[in-house]
């Protein structure tokens, strides 16, 4: 049933596809860096992505070598090399809590461990990306604290809830300019700040609470302050949109000025119903949108999120995800985390599970790139 559904959604796609193809090939187009002062070791890591975008799609996983299925903070250990052979080729971090001063993060990482990780994620030759799950700036609670509706106006008008917001900022930035290579020089990361303002969960940015132009604002405050005024130019930074979701895209969209990546998000969570046709459709629909507003806007497009959940579905990876997203042009494919003390809550499946068969059969197609694929090939 699976392999009929997406021939027949490939051929209904197939003339979108060209006409894009045909359209992206007239203009030109080449995506160009957001900070006109980035480092050198940014400036690869740019170079970098647009030359393994022409070679495949890079696999991610969210915070693979810190933990997994069932393991805490265990030295070599990856669920996704478990299963295929072969480290990630992109890591997703998170830095919550770093504004209050917090020893570990929102996943219960010591910031000093994440640290240590990007730099072997980046000996590896891997790339890591981070979002921020930010502390409510106005009341001090976590970034689901949604008791103050207009948070992201006070932050961008009120000068004393402004102040607060630039004193966690001030903290990230110290962050981000602490991650050295062996040589001491900075190491280039993807950040992602304010991210799933679109979805459907309680966030103190999400765009149900604030208009999209205060929305913007945020975004450009964020950078400007962390760019021009702490000048951190290790950072390329990435905007992403939801599945069913995609009417945000430009209407909240920062600038080109401000953006260097533009994702799609698309988690399929426990509680959902999985219906084979209509996940097909919208990553369908929502992937041709995205990739096409990338393009347009001279941006490198990928997959900031994904994944089911439990996989309850053992050919998800082969017959539902890679038929569609092997269609387009995308940097990475950046699956969600395995939580080591959640049961259900993992996204890569571990040997043994009946999904993983089917997700090395993924891996092992030759566009799927892993940590091997890209090391030592900027």
Known sequence: MGNRITKFLLLLNMALLMACQSTCKEEGKEPTLSDEMASTETTRLYQKLQKELDRGIMLGHKDDLAYGYDWFQEEGRSDVKSVCGDYPAVYGWDIGLIEK???????SISFASLRSYVSEVNRQGGISL???????PMTGGDASDCSKVDVVKQIVENDSVQKIFLASLDKVADFFAGLKDE?????????QPFHAHCADRPLWWNTSLCSADDYKRLWTLTVDYLRDKKQIHNLLYAYSVYNRSTDHLAACYPGNRYVDLVGLNALLLQ???YDE???IQDLNRSLAIVTQFAQKNKKIPAITGTGMEGIKVSTFFSQSLYPIISQYKLSFVLFG???WNEEKHYFIPVPGHPA????AHFVAYPNILTCRDIKNKD
Do not use: H, R, Y
């Open 337 to 339: 985390e395995n939580a």
């Open 101 to 107: 001063g917090s020893a570990v993060n929102c996943d």
């Open 271 to 273: 509680e959902e119903e």
């Open 277 to 279: 046709l209509m996940f």
């Open 183 to 191: 040589a001491g020089k900075p190491i280039a990361v993807i950040f």
């Open 130 to 136: 981070f979002t921020w799950q930010a502390g409510n």
């Open 356 to 359: 993983s068969e089917d997700f």
